[in-house]
DNA sequence: AATGAATGAGTATTCATTCAT
DNA sequence: TATGAATGAATACTCATTCAT
C-alpha cells in the first residue's frame, strides 16, 4: 500500500521511471544525497551540480530523472511520508480495539517517537519545506491519520464527549503533529522526556472527556 | 514596554540607529515596502533593489541602515513581534482576576483574532521564515505570554489540576499558537466559524481539569 | 542523374552508406523527421534525441548513419537540392526550342513554382541554412541552371543583346531564385499573385533586350 | 531623422536609456564588440560572458542593459539599419530631378557601396540574422527606398512603362539588394568589378522600358 | 548492429552587495 | 549622507555525443 503510493507520487514527479537495478540505485542515491547535504548545510548549500556530485552522478543524469530541483525536494519529501504512512496506518489497525486511554497513549508515544526518529532531516525538512509549499504533503499524511482517528473514536462513543468527531480528530492530529514539530525545533530535551507524554495525554484525554463541559453546552 | 523591546532589538539588527526624522521615515518605508512585496509576491520577488525601488530609497541607502537582504525581513518580523508582545500583555493584565472558564475563552479568543488580523503577511511570513531562523521571534512573543499566564493558572491553582504550571502554560500557548498557524495555512475557514474557538477552550479547559486523571496518577 | 549526385553527396556526409534495407528505411525515417521538426517547430526544436525518439530510432543508431547534428540537415538539404536539380534540368531540357518569351515564362513559372511546393519547409531552410553554411549547396543547383541557361541564351543570340552570356545567366538566376525567396520570406501573397511572374518576366526580357541600351555601349 | 529612428529602436530594445557619458561608452563597446566577435568567430562564439569581458564590462553591467542576448544583436542590427537608412534618405533626395539612367545609375551603384562598405560585418550579419527574425529589420530600411523609389518613377512616368509603380519600386529594390548580398556570399569578385553594375543598370532600364513588352499587354 | 543510460562542458541570467561620485 | 552604476560569483539546466551492454 506504501509501496503503491510512492509509486504514483513517483511518477508524477519522476521524468522517467528508472527501470534497471542500475537507475534504481541512481535515484536512491541523489535522494539519499538530497537528505545528507541538506541536513549538513541547509537547503541554500542544495544545489543540483553539488547533489550530483555528492552522488557521484553526473548533472545530466539527475536531470534525467528529477524535472528540476525541486523535484528532488519532493521525492524525498514523498518518501518520508510515505514511510510515515505505512507506520501510522499500522498504528490505526492496532488501534481498533483499545480503550480510549490506551488508544491516545498509543497515538501520543507514536507521534513523539515518529518525530524523534529522524530528527536531525526532519528538522531540517521543518525549516526548509513551508517555503516549497510541500507542507501538505505532511498534511496528506495526517489526513489520513483524521480519519482513522475520527472512526475508531465514533466506535468509542460512549466513553468520549464529542460534537463532531471530523474536526476532534483534526485537532488532535494537528496539535500533537505541530507540538512535536516545535518541541524537535524549540526544546528538544522535551522529547526525550515522559512529561510531554504525559501532558499531551492529559490534554487529549481531557478534551474528549470535556471536563470542562464546553462541548456539552 | 513594545517600544523600548523594538529598540533593543533594532539595536542588534540596523547597522545605525536612524536618529534623524528623515532617517526613520526611510527605514520605515523600506520595512513596509518589505511587507508589501511579501504579501503580493512572495518571498522570491523580494529582492532588495526591489525594495529599494518600490519604496523610493535608492539601494544604497537601503544598505546604510539594512546590513544585509535578511535583517529587512528581520526587521519586519521583531516590529510585528513587538506588536503582538504589546497586545498580549494587555491581554495578561485583563486576564488577572477571571474566572478559569472566562480566561481560557479570552486567550482562545485573542490567539484567533490575532491570526486572523493580518492573515495575508502573517501567512507569508510562516512560509518564509523558519528558513530565516526566525521563528525564535515569535517564541520570545510565546515565552512572555507563558510567564503571564503560568503566573495566572498558579493564581487559580484551586481550580485546575497541574503537575508544572510552567510547562502547562508552555504548551497551550503553543498549542493555540500552533493550532491557529496551521489553521491559517490548511483550514483557513475554520478561522471564520465558532466551532474552532469551542474545540480549543473544550480541549484546554479539559486539559487543566484533568478528567482522564493523567496528571493526578 | 539526380540519383547519382545525391549518392555522391551523400557518401561526403554520411559516417557509412546504409546498405541493407533496414538501414536505408532508417536513414530516410531520420531524414523526414527532420524535416518535419523544422517545419512544425523550428531550428532550436530540433534535438538529435528528439529527432531519433521522433523517428523511432535509436539516438546511437542515429549516430552511426550521421556523423553529428549537422550532417542530418545537411542531408535532408542535398535531398531536396536534388530533387530539385531534378526538375530543374528537365526544365533545361524542354526549354531547348522554345522562342525567348516562351522559354522566359517557363524559367519564371518553374522558380515561383518551385517555392510554392514546399513552402514551409523551404521557409524553414530560408532561414536556418545560411548560418550552417549550406547556401552553398543550393548555390550548386543554381550553378547548374546557370550553365544551361547560359546554353539556351547563346543559342537565342540573335534575339538577345548580351555581352557575357554566363554572367547575365549568373544574373537572371540568381535574381529569380532571390526574388522568390524574399517573397515567401515577406510577401506570401505575391507567390500567389499572377502580378509576380508578369513582373519577373518583363525584368528579364528588358534585361535581355537592353532597351535602355546599357549593354550596346 | 536617423537620430530619431535610432533612440526609438533602441527605447524598445533596451532595459534602460543609458544617460550618462560613462553608460553610453558601455552601451557603445557592448555593440562594437558585439560586432567584433560575429566578424571574427561567428554567432556560435558570441556568448554574453564573452561579450562582456572582450568589452571590459562586468556580465553584469551588459545585463544592465541588454534584457537578453538578443537584444544585443538586435541593437546592433537597428544601429547598422539607422546607418543606412540615413544614407538612403540622402539618396532619395538626390533622385529627384535625375533623368531615369542617371537616377538607376546611382541607385545601383549605393547599392554595391552599401555591400562593400562593411562587408565583413554584413556578410556575418546575413548569415546569422534570418534565424533571430532580424531580417526585418533590413526590410524596413528597404520599404521607406521603395517608397521613395516608387515617388520617383511616378514623377519619371514619361520615361517609363509601369503597371504598378509601387511594386516595380518593390521588384527593383529587393532585386538590387538581394543581388549585392549573394554577390557578397558568393561572388565577392563580382563586386569589385564594374561588370556587376552594368548589368544591374542593364536589368533595371530594361525591365523599367519593357522591350519586352510584357507589361503593356 | 542496436540500444539508451550516462556524460559534462557550456550558457544565459540573477541579485546581493560595493564604492566612486 | 545619498546615489545608483557597476560588479561578478553563483546556479539551474540543456543537449550533442559516447560507450558499456
Redesign the interface.
Known amino acids: 500500500m506504501a509501496r503503491e503510493a510512492r509509486r504514483r507520487s513517483m511518477r508524477t514527479n519522476l521524468r522517467k521511471q528508472p527501470m534497471q537495478e542500475r537507475s534504481k540505485a541512481l535515484v536512491t542515491a541523489l535522494i539519499r544525497t538530497t537528505a545528507r547535504i541538506l541536513i549538513r548545510d541547509?537547503?541554500p548549500a542544495l544545489t543540483t551540480n553539488r547533489v550530483a556530485r555528492e552522488a557521484g552522478v553526473s548533472i545530466g543524469s539527475l536531470y534525467q530523472y528529477f524535472p528540476d530541483k525541486d523535484a528532488l525536494a519532493r521525492a524525498l519529501v514523498e518518501q518520508i511520508s510515505a514511510e510515515m504512512l505505512e507506520s501510522l496506518m499500522t498504528l490505526a489497525v492496532s488501534l481498533h480495539d483499545k480503550s480510549l486511554?490506551a488508544g491516545v497513549g498509543m497515538i501520543v508515544h507514536a507521534a513523539i517517537d515518529a518525530t524523534r526518529k529522524d530528527a536531525a532531516l526532519y528538522r531540517a525538512l521543518?525549516?526548509?519545506l513551508?517555503?516549497l509549499g510541500m507542507?501538505?504533503l505532511f498534511?496528506r499524511v495526517n489526513g489520513r491519520l483524521e480519519d482513522a482517528l475520527a472512526d475508531w473514536l465514533a466506535s468509542r462513543r460512549d466513553e468520549v464527549v464529542m460534537?463532531?468527531p471530523s474536526?476532534?480528530a483534526?485537532?488532535i492530529v494537528?496539535?500533537l503533529d505541530?507540538?512535536t514539530?516545535?518541541a524537535l525545533?524549540?526544546?528538544p530535551e522535551l522529547l526525550e522526556s515522559p512529561?510531554l507524554a504525559?501532558?499531551?495525554?492529559?490534554?487529549?484525554?481531557?478534551?474528549?472527556?470535556?471536563?470542562?463541559?464546553?462541548?456539552r453546552g
Open positions: 541547509g537547503w486511554r521543518l525549516l526548509e513551508p517555503r507542507l501538505e498534511e460534537r463532531d474536526l476532534a483534526h485537532l494537528t496539535a505541530a507540538l514539530d516545535r525545533l524549540f526544546r512529561r504525559r501532558e499531551l495525554e492529559a490534554m487529549i484525554l481531557g478534551y474528549l472527556s470535556d471536563r470542562g463541559g464546553v462541548l
